[in-house]
């Protein structure tokens, strides 16, 4: 298939347009070079090469263009035609999203003006290509019901007369809705407003998305990134883009302490990056799915972990303190998170589980090593707050 | 009070301003003039006055500046102060914003930047500042539950087990939550986007913000701009500015037929341009609510009509004919429309009904036939299409 990877050189866009490469695609990536060389840059730990290598290395090509302009967008889609476009061109940090009013606004006007000059580019000159979106689990919040997190919808009673006592509900009326968003950040909340934008799509343009809602993704390196140096994947540990479980295995590497922000009770949706691209991989294979004006959802996730005990984990392991900070975020202190997934059961292929892959924390520990002369330790704690 | 009306020299905006300057308000105008120049443009039927010369009769100032330029809205908040913004300044046609691909992302651009960059300015520059938003009732679309459409919020009983027969649920999760949208256009959408930053504004920083759905608005003059002719308010009777009962008027003066979309079996919520400056000086009277981290929200609507019953009646009073043609819009062919609403009760005001008040529409016809000169027969039809 003909596969567009936007936001292709970025943390999961690059080892999923790889992936998709390997698998025998002809993917060729559009990206704008913003965490290179823009607003949103940081520098990644690892050494990445830069596009012109990688594509020299994997033959798949990049066009440097920005999503949000609508005439580069309908140009590209009308010239390739694609069979499906994976849409990863996003602002996707949360703390840099809450960092100044500057960065709140780069991320509405990136994250919204770019999903609608895609999916309008889309419409207009490739109505049949299917788009596939990376979301996140964080447009739901914590779990606000008892029952796990369902995948985007959920069956509800409207309305009618609810006895807290014996929870039955007489009368309402009963609908198919979409989950109740409750995003947590600025960030969070564009992905909300994407998703918006994909309902009033495919109702009344019938197109075809998957809307993946993806959990925290951790490790850097998949089997396609270590075929060759070249081939590397970017590897961020700053406290705004690095992942909570990356940071701490570079906190751990360079000795610590491990930053727990607040109690650390807060509990969170992971999955590593190699199943990031067995995900997307999936949504793409099961892309001919059957049409009903509503965008697919799929929660992107393999598991969740309790945030304190994965530092107590790292602490035991290494023998590096925890060291528990004043919470930035407005976010509960303590919360379970239960989580319907049916995407590893759809791409059929085994998730990783951290707790069975402790290995795959020391390759992450390796990788810092390897580059610990690109270590910045002033950029390791957050900046944002959401209290300002 | 100090009151911004942004969007203030439009056909909402400015009997509003107009209405809170005469209650003893201390009122400026803030507006990129647009509609009279811009990507939006129109030409009113009505020969209004020029910023200067309504300035000049009103006393009111104009600040020409553009809401989605975030620098100009921080000064703007920062010079200023006001107790409260008055925020109409949106692309606010629905068959505009699906006219073409250039002006559906014009609408998005306008709408949903301009209100962060609104949201973001009173956050940092006026935090006590009452935002008043003006929304509409097609964010819910039409009644999809037994019930009538509530003031944005109702409780519901998320998951559980539901019996169809007797209409009892057992078991899930009661939760109080935003009504499920259901917009029908582009500009619908920008509405509900609107929405879901006002939820995160409020939720993260606690803003005062109330959120108005307003049903469509007929009439053209208020008590205040009648005063003077150079207070004289906009009249748009083309098919993507002109709302549908305005066009019947014009259309009834100039010979017919009234032109009716799908069956007219379409049931929509009215409010007469005197009750909306009403209504929206309720909100400014009512500013003093509790905050509690939501939004908000009134439905902004006096009554509800059938739209073959609204032509038939215009039909039978003036003699020209009804004429049925193929709907653009993708939308239901015949529905109910049972809706909330509170604000006359809030600005204790007597509702205009439409059929109480059959003398406004020779009025609204009178200032048709005083300015039949600018009449464009060509513009009347709507060029927009939702299924192109």
Redesign the interface.
Known sequence: MKILVLGGDGFCGWPTALHLKNAGHDVTIVDNLDRREGKSQTKSLTNIASPAARTRQSAIGYLIADVTR?YEM?HILDEHSPDVVVHFAEQRSAPWSMLS?SS??HT??NN??GT??VL?AI??KSPNTHLIHLGTMGVYGYN????PIPEGY???????T?D?DT?????????N?????D?GS?YH?TK??DH??FQ?YT??WNLRITDLHQGIVWGTQTEDTKEHPELINRFDYDGEFGTVLNRFLVQAVTGGPLTVYGTGGQTRAFIHIQDTVHCVKAAVDSGDFELNRRPRIFNQVTETHNIKTLAEMISNRTGVKVDYQDNPR?EKAENDLNVSTTLAEVGNFTPIRLMDNLGLLSEVQDVVRANIDNFDPMVVKSNAS?HK
Chains 1, 2 share one sequence.
């Not at 606000?144 to 029952?147: A, G, I, P, R």
């Open positions: 609508k309908n009013s709140m606004l509405v006007q919204v003006m609608i000059a309008d419409r207009i606000t019901t008892d029952d959920v069956e509800s009673t409207i309305g009618g609810h807290p929870k039955i509900t007489k009368g309402g009326t009963r609908l809705i979409v989950y109740p968003p995003p600025i909340m909300v407003m918006q934008m009033f109702k009344n407005r959401w």
